[in-house]
């Protein structure tokens, strides 16, 4: 980021009224500016890469793919740009699992509105930031999960699963990622194979345990 240009910031969140208020929020301040909102995880990646912000701001919970999986694709094929994560959820697993997958800075909700510009600058800046409540000894559970079969998921088989887990069929899943059914029946095998998941039932607890999508 060249000196005193301002930061550009990228809103990712499903609820328009909370992306409004965190929009509110930032643009009182004189060096952030926001470039760019989008609300469904499938398009997200696109838009942050078209508009090239130098920090996104990301919810957990997202439709279609949530946002751990949106950071680590975007970790994956943007250089130069940090990522925020902005959530109500406080677990450790996701907290661990957002560092690991290339987050720099992570912040819940209740806090945005004292620390969210702050947040902003920092991981901006290069800096790692864990807000208010974030235990500090996440660092050091880092790199434990290996052995987790969900890290040996492609990309699309992460979206086939979330969709599936969100209550599509295969023939919905297939309009949504614009695929064939046939390569979404692909997918699903080959997902709940590496999983050692046999039924539907079995794959959406597994994807609520995660915290790939919530319990309804």
Known sequence: MMQNAK??????????????????????????????????GLTVVKAVLECKPDVVVLDIMMPGINGLDICRELTRKAEGMYILILTMYSDEQFIVRALEYGASGYLLKEAAGDQLATAVRAVAKGELYLGPRIPKHVLECMGRGESDPYERLTTRERQVLQL??????????????????????????????KLNIHDQTSLVKFAIRRGIVSAR
């Open 164 to 193: 599936i887990a969100e209550g599509k069929t295969n023939r919905q899943v297939a309009e949504e990622l614009k695929l064939a059914v046939k390569t979404v029946d692909t997918h699903r095998a080959h997902l709940m194979r």
């Open 7 to 40: 930061i550009r910031v990228f809103l990712a969140d499903d609820h328009v009224m909370v992306r409004e208020g965190l929009a509110a929020l930032i643009s009182r301040e004189p060096d952030i500016e926001i470039v760019g909102q989008d609300g469904h």
